[in-house]
């Protein structure tokens, strides 16, 4: 069994006012409640920032009984006024008269009954991550619809309040009660009218206006889904992927239509299900219901497929980098090589050496785009459109990534990025330049070799001895350097290729080179060994990553994708580059 936790506090609903009927609540403090969701686990927050609450559907709505919003016989109170002070929001309820309900007032006043819950729903969350991989989803734009009398709450703080009314709620309490908007009476408690003054002045402006309530039935968000809308996707993508292979659990969801499991979702969030298809995308698009997280679930998976399998030749000859924290510029180290070993004296005494580090930093930012899928394409179950418009994304998220280590690799006029020194990476003080062009050949690749194999650790002094790999060159060079590179019988010894065979260099072809030069070509140690540039990702955002809203100015669901990426030159004696000829 799961374990209760309880805290002790004090309780004294001295609030309650035995002739109007009504107390006053704590319906949120903003504490966070451990939830769950398509991802896993995560601690969800309210932010009780009055700028970030809408209490207009709150200042009129019903008090229920636990939640219950199917049975008007649930309705135990009226909200009267509401308000947000930057910690925690309070209300003030007015009980109904109903001889059935008596019993719970009673409790309620006598402080039997005293948690409270909020139904709300979230227009805008925040989502962070710490570094022990706590999800935190803050909601910064959300709206309360209901306030429920529960047995337990989500929110320790969320009770009935003992401390009596000051001035201002006073004021807006009448205010509330006359039938005045919260705006009126929020500006008379600015004004700073006496309370006789405040009086006078709502009673005229109740003459004089009218108060439109809005009594529709508030929708409550909870999480019941249980992992529905993950098994609902992996379904979806078995049509736009026939070989993939769903889950057992995700199998009655098969051959789906979009509409359909828009309906499913909306039953599971105990919304209406009825009416055509074209009400039923519609409404999940604009209600509590999961559909636009299962587009985005979806529309994530063909993303990720396509974003794998996009070619790259610049990330065979880079290093993938541990993610970063934060977007922080990430301090290199370089491995400094250990010093000279020395033959132990008579004593038995060992001299000390130390290691040496040069430092290198860059940092990751974030990158994105913002497309549509319309209301006709989903209402049509289109889900080629959504495959194309995906997939396309996915390769253009690899692509970016493709040509931004291009351009790192040839900025500053081919040398490559500035390191620690202030110099380019590729220059003629490094040892890893050639001094003229010249064209792939046993004479300047030999050159490339030698000076590879004579760079210097960081001491200066000692060799060592990075090992070419593989050779890089653009799309212009290719056939040329096929033809260099391949494995000949020659008739006589000095026609051998030193370069040629399976035990060498690797060809690797980057047509983005193009560009930049048509001619230019590197060679480059193994990445794993002497890495000279390197790329990473925020931590916890590893590859492109996409989220969903419903569209106001377009007619559907807008998805943005976004990429948290980065790289920098972090050494250079693991390559060599030639201008070409």
């Known amino acids: 069994m799961i374990e209760i936790l309880t805290r002790a506090a004090v309780f004294e609903p001295s609030t309650f006012n035995e002739e109007k009927r009504t107390i006053e609540v704590v319906f949120t403090t903003g504490a966070a409640v451990l939830r769950n969701d398509w991802e896993g686990s995560f601690q969800e927050q309210l932010s009780t920032d009055p700028e970030a609450v809408n209490l207009s559907e709150l200042r009129g709505a019903s008090v229920l009984n636990t939640h219950n919003r ?3 016989r649930e309705v135990l109170a009226v909200v009267e006024d509401a308000s947000m002070d930057g910690t925690r929001g309070v209300a003030r309820l ?4 109903r001889l059935e309900i008596a019993g719970i007032v009673q409790d309620i006043r006598g402080g039997v009954i005293r948690s409270v819950s909020v139904g709300y729903t979230v227009q805008e969350w925040k989502v962070e991550k710490r570094a022990d991989g706590t999800r935190i989803k803050t909601a910064t734009k959300w709206t309360p619809k209901e306030i429920s009398f529960t047995p337990l709450a989500a929110d320790a703080g969320a009770k009935t309040r003992s401390e009596p009314m000051n001035h201002a709620e006073q004021i807006r309490s009448i205010a509330t009660a006359i039938g005045v908007s919260a705006a009126f009476a929020d500006d008379l408690v600015t004004r700073n009218l006496s309370l006789e003054d405040a009086r006078k002045a709502i009673i005229g402006e109740a003459a004089r206006s009218t108060v439109v309530i809005d009594n529709r039935a508030p929708l409550v968000t909870r999480d019941g889904t249980d992992g529905l809308v993950a098994r609902m996707a992996d379904a979806v993508y078995v049509r736009i992927n026939p070989a993939h292979k769903p889950a057992n659990d995700a199998r009655p969801y098969v051959g789906r239509r979009l509409p359909d499991l828009a309906r499913e979702l909306l039953r599971e969030r105990g919304l209406s299900t009825f009416g055509s298809d074209a009400e039923i995308v519609t409404r999940s698009l604009h209600s509590t219901s999961d559909f636009p997280l299962l587009l985005q679930d979806v529309t994530g998976k063909v993303l990720a497929a396509a974003y794998q399998v996009a070619p790259s030749g610049m990330k065979v000859v880079c290093r993938r980098g541990p993610s970063h924290p934060d977007f922080k510029g990430r301090k290199i180290l370089r491995r400094g090589e250990l010093p000279t070993l020395e033959k132990v004296n008579e004593s038995g005494e060992f001299k000390r050496g130390s290691l040496l580090e040069g430092k290198e930093s860059y940092s990751v930012a974030t990158y994105g785009k913002v497309f549509g899928m319309t209301r006709q394409t989903i209402i049509n ?10 997939a396309g994304w996915g390769l253009a998220a690899m692509e970016f990534e493709n040509s931004f280590l291009v351009d790192k690799l040839t900025e500053n006029s081919g040398g490559g990025p500035t390191l620690a020194d202030a110099k380019n990476l590729f220059h003629a003080d490094h040892g890893n330049l050639a001094g003229s062009g010249g064209a792939i050949s046993d004479t300047t690749l030999g050159a490339a070799r030698l000076a590879m194999r004579t760079q210097k650790g960081l001491d200066g002094s000692t060799p060592i001895n990075a090992t070419p790999r593989s050779l890089l060159v653009p799309a212009a060079i290719e056939t040329t350097a096929e033809n260099y590179l391949a494995t000949i019988y020659p008739a006589q010894a ?10 060498v260099l690797t060809l690797v072809v980057d047509p983005r080179l193009d560009a930049k030069s048509a001619t230019r070509w590197y060679v480059f140690a193994d990445p794993a060994v002497l890495p000279i540039l390197e790329y990473a990702y925020l931590e916890g955002f590893e590859g ?3 989220e969903t809203r419903a569209g106001f100015d377009m007619d559907g669901v807008e998805i943005k994708a976004r990429l948290d990426f980065g790289a920098g030159g972090i050494d250079f004696r693991g390559a060599y580059a030639n201008a070409g000829a």
């Open 381 to 390: 179950d289109d889900l080629s459109a959504l495959a194309d418009i995906a």
């Open 494 to 503: 000095a026609n051998v290729n030193p370069f040629g065979g399976t035990n």
């Open 94 to 97: 007015r009980f109904g008269e």
């Open 70 to 72: 199917f049975d008007v």
């Open 544 to 546: 492109v990553q996409v």
